[in-house]
Structures are given as C-alpha cells and as structure tokens.
Nanobody, 124 residues
Framework: QVQLVESGGGLVQAGGSLRLSCLCS????????MGWFRQAPGKEREFVAV????????DYEDSVKGRFTISRDNAKNTVYLQMNSVKPEDTAVYYC?????????????????WGQGTQVTVSS
C-alpha cells in the first residue's frame, strides 16, 4: 500500500525558509511524478510544483518561481520542497502527491496518492 507522509511544516517569519519532505513508502518511487499542492483556509487547493519521474522536467506555479525549489532523492523515496523568501500568502496546508502520469501534472485529479498534509504558517 502506497503511503505518503509529509514533514517539515511549522511557523516561520516572512522572508525565512522552510524545507518540506515527503516520504513515499510502499511505492516504486522512481515510477511516480511527485507534486506539491497547497490549500489555504477558505480557498481551493492549488498546484505548487511538480517534478516528473524522469527528474528532468520541473514545473512551478508562477507565484513561487524563484523562491521554491522541488527536488527528489529516488534512493530515499523522498521528494522535497525548499521554500525560501516565504510570504504570509504562502500560509497553507501543503500536500504531496504521487502520479503515474507525465502530462497535465498541474491537475490534482491526475494524482493517484496523497499525503495527509503539513501546515505551513508564515507570520508577517
């Protein structure tokens, strides 16, 4: 059974940094494209970043480009989201997700598995 477990969330001041991790257990990790999504209170879930299983193609939502970096370590079955220069509007529950697709990966409905989420709160 595939399970995704996020960690690394917490409270950080604006301008600071945070690194989220997501461990995939029970999966052949290299076969999955891995994405990060977030959901702020009262808002819909939105795409943040994705790294395709090939580890070559990476995509970011416009508001995080230049500040967030997604990476993966296939040997550790883990995907990371390095968050730098965070802003209060980055406050949300962050979810990692795994997809067998290699296209249209901004669409959450194409993801097969989801983690339980980790809270990120950015204070101003």
């Amino acid at each position: 059974q595939v399970q995704l477990v996020e960690s690394g969330g917490g409270l950080v001041q604006a301008g600071g940094s945070l690194r989220l991790s997501c461990l995939c257990s029970g999966c052949t990790f290299s076969r999955y494209s891995m994405g990060w999504f977030r959901q702020a209170p009262g808002k819909e879930r939105e795409f943040v970043a994705v790294i395709r299983r090939s580890d070559v193609i990476i995509d970011y939502e416009d508001s995080v480009k230049g500040r967030f970096t997604i990476s993966r370590d296939n040997a550790k079955n883990t995907v990371y989201l390095q968050m730098n220069s965070v802003k209060p509007e980055d406050t949300a529950v962050y979810y990692c997700a795994a997809s067998t697709s290699v296209v249209l990966l901004r669409r959450g409905e194409l993801y097969n598995y989801w983690g339980q989420g980790t809270q990120v709160t950015v204070s101003s």
